[in-house]
């Protein structure tokens, strides 16, 4: 079964990006080095699902990993390192049967290959990762992650370092990401391989096709980047991918427009 796990937000400092989140009501904490990465970062929870805050702290480690094809780095690389929502992860427990199928389905894979950081604690988490791609598309697919501990496990423990805990804002979900994108067919095709269910309408709004995918924890919006006019000159400004997040339970009503980032709250 998929879950929407993370989404990786670029940012200059995440210790700064903590506190402008924290002044928006957000329980964040401090995460930890990634060493093999050449990055740090920060975090906000919703229960499983998270917000990560990622910064560089060693340049030359960035680019040995900015150089490996569809990584969360590359992408940030390639889009001339300006900041904002740079990858979706979606969470696994199959991480090796998925590598297979998509393989069978012609899609380029990389992985799975295993990581860890160190939390400030000392403490050590541990995961897998599984990136994916095709050369003809513009956008960059979501990367796939197995964690070494079960849901319950991670929940227990994470409640217990204070990792999730309540945010001043309220009881927050992370209930949509919203994606632009040049062809819907490769999203449909993920849809397939992921027996997920969807829909698809055109939105007359936006002048484009819209089509969802829903998981268990939250739903992906994709927005065919075929529309024409003001709104579309503004929405693609910042390219394909992702292009906002959505929040449900907030007390306060609100938009939040960190380091090119759009952050809904509603």
Known sequence: MYELDHIVHFVDKPEQTMKEMQAHGLHVVQGGQHEMWGTYNTLSYFDLTYVEWIGINDEAQFEIAAGQPYTLHETYAKKDRKNG????????????????????AGLEVHG???FSRTRPDGTVVSWQLLYIGHPEQHFDFPFFIEWDMSNEERRAQYNALNIIAAHPQGDIKLTEVIYLVNRLDYIKALQQLGN???????????????YTLYLPNAKIVCYSAQGEGEIWDAILADGLGIHSVVFE???QQQTIICENATYVMK
């Open 85 to 104: 929502f740079t990858r979706m992860a979606i969470r696994t427990t199959t991480i090796e049967q998925d590598a297979e199928m998509f393989r069978q």
């Open 112 to 114: 799975p290959e295993r």
């Open 196 to 210: 997920l269910q969807a829909e698809e309408h055109f939105d007359e709004h936006l002048n484009a096709m819209k």
């Open 249 to 251: 339970g907030a007390v």
